[in-house]
């Protein structure tokens, strides 16, 4: 197996919403707002090879939206989804799969892509199938008032009527062994529900796609909770068990949205769990 990371692009979102409760004076710390109040963030896939597949866990923003749109989110920096694979020897046609942890915009947007005359939508990886789980795709596709804003149909629709979607496997407790897709799979709720944390086996480490149950390094106390969460108390047990099971089996933790660390270990203190050591993806993929 090898792995690759794939950024596919920078934005920035309001500090206050991304902790919740917590005050600027204790986040900021780690994670500096600018004068606005934004903080930098990531959206930084993964490319898993293995044998004939050729596996992207989530995709993005990707293009399709209005500048308008792109506008509520202040995007930074040069990286695209297709200048990464290239960078990787890669085109988003030879993805075989995609995995979607959860369908809001900024993970799978970038799964679907205008036609070519911009009168309707078609899949943006035209010989992948496309990850789901069957409760997940319902809770996105009649969604809630809270969180309709983050589930744009454009987005979500079109992978089914192109006819490449696929479900997962739902387990009767918090984890998936070896899903259809080789690898483990951490349900957690707190977030979205049915949100998919993708945990690798590589060579002798175990690396966890963090998704949204771990935004950024920033967020590593438990009370840390994104403002976007449905259950935010839900987040604050699953955050805990999973962060207990990864210090202990020394987990690799690949986050998605932190803009200025890729992976991350975490070990057992006096406060909880907290920050060991800080790795580029060149220093686990190579």
């Not at 979205?192 to 086996?201: G, Y």
């Not at 108390?233 to 987990?251: G, M, P, Q, R, V």
Request: charged letters at 20%; aromatic letters at 12%; hydrophobic letters at 35%.
């Amino acid at each position: 197996m090898q792995l690759y990371p794939i950024e596919s692009g920078n934005f920035k979102l309001d500090g206050g919403a991304m902790f919740g409760v917590v005050p600027k004076s204790l986040w900021q710390k780690t994670n500096p707002a600018d004068a606005n109040n934004m903080i930098d963030l990531a959206a930084r896939c993964l490319l898993l090879e293995e044998g004939n597949r050729l596996i992207l866990i989530d995709t993005g923003m990707g293009t399709k939206q209005s500048s308008k749109f792109y506008g509520y989110y202040h995007l930074w920096g040069n990286h695209t989804l297709d200048r990464s694979l290239k960078k990787h020897g890669f085109h988003r046609d030879d993805i075989t799969d995609v995995f979607l942890t959860h369908l809001h915009f900024d993970h799978c947007g970038g799964s679907i892509q205008w036609n070519h005359d911009k009168t309707g939508y078609e899949s943006a990886f035209k010989n992948a199938h496309f990850w789901s789980n069957e409760d997940h795709w319902q809770w996105a596709t009649q969604p809630n008032n809270r969180e309709k804003a983050s589930f744009l149909k454009e987005n979500i629709l079109p992978m089914q009527e192109c006819g490449q979607l696929k479900f997962t496997s739902i387990p009767t407790g918090d984890i998936l062994k070896n899903s259809e897709l080789g690898f483990d799979l951490f349900f957690a709720n707190g977030h979205t529900d049915k949100q998919m944390i993708p945990l690798i086996k590589y060579k002798d480490k175990t690396i966890a796609f963090m998704a949204d149950l771990l935004p950024t390094a920033g967020h590593l106390p438990l009370p840390y909770v994104m403002g976007y969460d449905t259950r935010p108390l839900l987040t604050l047990d699953e955050k805990e068990k999973f962060l207990n099971i990864a210090a202990s089996h020394n987990y690799y933790l690949f986050l998605e949205h932190d803009a200025h660390h890729e992976i991350i270990t975490v070990t057992k203190t006096e406060k909880g769990v907290r920050l060991e050591d800080t790795f580029t993806s060149q220093d686990i993929f190579q």
